[in-house]
């Protein structure tokens, strides 16, 4: 299988570079599922689609799946996903906007965004000491 890649925006490929950031979150749907997301797998992590940053490498590690923001961080510590967080309820905030901004707005309360059904996929990115 080819390798898997991974487009984001500048502020999670330099958390990626840095090392403080190692798990991935997406949306289930076409290429995210645990038949492309496999442990093992080599992945390519490129800053959008610019070519203008050397891409990061790496390699599938552990893959979970969540049906809500609780469920995800019942499974994977929050500062593995969202370092900058500080904390869960700060990262659980990020995750509300990063997953329900413009959609899903119009549930009330804190607690209801976290445990709103949307199926997730989590991924540890395990970087390659030396890129290609």
Avoid at 15 to 44: A, H, I
Avoid at 64 to 82: G, Q, R, T
Avoid at 109 to 115: H, I, V, W
Wanted: net charge positive.
């Amino acid at each position: 299988m080819d390798r898997l890649f991974v487009p984001m925006c500048r502020r999670q490929f330099l958390l990626f570079q840095s090392g403080s950031k190692t798990f991935e979150v997406r949306q289930r749907g076409r290429q995210w599922t645990r038949q492309f997301v496999t442990q093992g797998r080599q992945v390519e992590i490129r800053l959008g689609y610019s070519k203008s940053y050397k891409p990061l490498w790496g390699t599938v590690g552990l893959v979970y799946e969540a049906s809500s923001i609780n469920e995800l961080f019942d499974k994977v510590p929050f500062d593995k996903v969202m370092p900058v967080a500080g904390n869960l309820e700060t990262a659980k905030m990020f995750a509300r906007h990063e997953f329900f901004f413009g959609d899903q707005c119009h549930i009330e309360g804190l607690e209801a965004f976290n445990s709103t059904k949307i199926d997730l996929i989590a991924f540890e990115v395990i970087m390659n000491k030396v890129n290609p």
